[in-house]
């Protein structure tokens, strides 16, 4: 919020609350004191309307310091919370081929996987293997584990994505949901991607065709 004290004000003072203005300085809670320019509000509630006031500290006609008499209004709405599920990966000992078709807070390769050995993913420009420090939904990767381990995620999920596919191998991967059907994929132009894919069989330690 851009904040315009006006002539002779020394601070601004500005209270929000849900619902309803706040009708004085000790109505609602305090979102900012100070001398600045700009403030925000932060922590709020999805699909909800915040309204906020603001009051001046000036100097009256004798010299006294005073919240000012005229107060300015304001409200703003927050969009909806998407809704977010859960998903539980299973890895076993060894390399681990994976995807997290979920949106977190924080998409770190180590939040995500802490007790991984390593995590690679497959460049298919260089075509070589890298180790990424953020996971994307759309890109599948190599997950080494020491032990049977389970990891639990919640976030948003992903149910389509879009991604540029470059000639040869790609890692990609899946989508949250039902098993996808990638005997004929959406791809432009048509028939560039083949029909099938595979994917790694981490009892078998082989890959397979599906």
Known sequence: M??????????????????????????????????????????????STYYYRAWSWVEDHQGADMWSDVSSEAS???????PTEELQIVLQPGWNMVSVPLLLPDMSAGVLFPDAEAIYAWNPVSKSYVQPQELEPSLGYWVASAIVQSVTLVGVPVESWTEPLAAGWNMMGSVYGSVVDFTDPDDVPDGSVEGFTYTWGTRTRSPICS
């Open 76 to 82: 703003a709405s927050t969009d909806a919370v998407p």
């Open 2 to 47: 851009a904040i315009d004290p006006g002539d002779g004000a020394t601070r601004t003072h500005i209270r929000g609350k849900k619902e309803s203005s706040p009708v004085d300085v000790t109505d609602g809670y305090l979102v900012y004191d100070g001398a600045g320019g700009s403030c925000s509000d932060s922590g709020l509630d999805g699909s």
